[in-house]
């Protein structure tokens, strides 16, 4: 079965600089799908970025960016000039091909907090 | 847009109770999931479905049921509440598209259930 482990449960940052956190996996498959997924305090899951193993170029988004690592089966995501709206928990996530629908697979969240 | 719209937000119910959990979405998506999410946790799937009249099995569906009449509304059942099914509840959507496992899930904002 796939696995996805955020080994931070918390991490901190001032305001404009810069954070990573971090996700590792455990896939036997060769072709399949990382998403880092936000959840501020609202609830609300919103996509952040998203990876296809196949692509050896990092995604990345405005202030958002990933360090995709293969063979190391690593996925974090690096957050350059961080805001407080950037408070929340920070899901990693994986999706395989099952010939249907994407079903993730979550990591455990990572709580992130901006200070001024 | 609307997107993906659950009701309700917040619900208590006692145990043996039972309850349905709606969502809708309006984007035309073909792929629909129920997930919950236990504190300190990640999501984890219950049911999803890949169109009108199917559904299937995710991680954890025992005490739930689903249905889906239509493209639209994809409903959650609860039959016998029980304490250890005190959760939020999500449901999401996705496009189905050339790799559907690929595809951005889109989230509602959670209902919230406790179960006394």
């Known amino acids: 079965a796939q696995t996805v482990t955020q080994s931070q449960p918390e991490m901190s940052v001032q305001e404009a600089e810069t954070v990573t956190l971090s996700c590792t996996y455990d896939?036997?498959?060769?072709?399949?799908?990382l998403f880092w997924y936000k959840q501020p305090p609202s609830r609300q899951m919103i996509l952040v970025i998203r990876?296809?193993?196949?692509?050896?170029q990092n995604a990345t988004e405005n202030r958002f960016s990933v360090n995709f690592q293969k063979a190391a089966k690593s996925f974090s995501l690096k957050i350059s000039d961080s805001q407080l709206g950037d408070a929340a928990m920070y899901f990693c996530?994986?999706?395989?091909?099952?010939?249907?629908?994407?079903?993730?697979?979550f990591g455990t969240g990572t709580r992130l907090q901006v200070t001024l | 847009n609307a997107g993906v719209t659950q009701t309700p937000k917040f619900r208590i119910l006692k145990i043996g109770q039972s309850m349905t959990l709606q969502c809708a979405q309006d984007?035309?998506?073909?792929?629909m999931y129920w997930y919950r999410q236990d504190p300190g946790m990640g999501l984890k799937l219950i049911y999803y479905?890949?169109?009108?009249?199917?559904?299937d099995k995710g991680e954890v569906p025992n005490g739930y049921n689903v249905s889906r009449s239509t493209t639209e509304d994809f409903p959650l059942r609860l039959e016998l509440a029980a304490p250890s099914q005190t959760s939020v509840y999500f449901c999401?959507?996705?496009?189905?598209?050339?790799?559907?496992?690929?595809?951005?899930?889109?989230f509602g904002d959670g209902t919230r259930l406790s179960i006394l």
């Open positions: 999401a959507s996705s496009y189905s598209g050339d790799t559907p496992f690929g595809q951005p899930q889109h």
């Open positions: 984007m035309n998506h073909n792929y």
């Open positions: 479905s890949v169109g009108a009249g199917i559904t």
């Open positions: 896939t036997s498959e060769s072709d399949y799908y």
């Open positions: 990876q296809e193993a196949y692509k050896q």
């Open positions: 996530a994986y999706s395989r091909d099952t010939g249907t629908a994407s079903k993730l697979t």
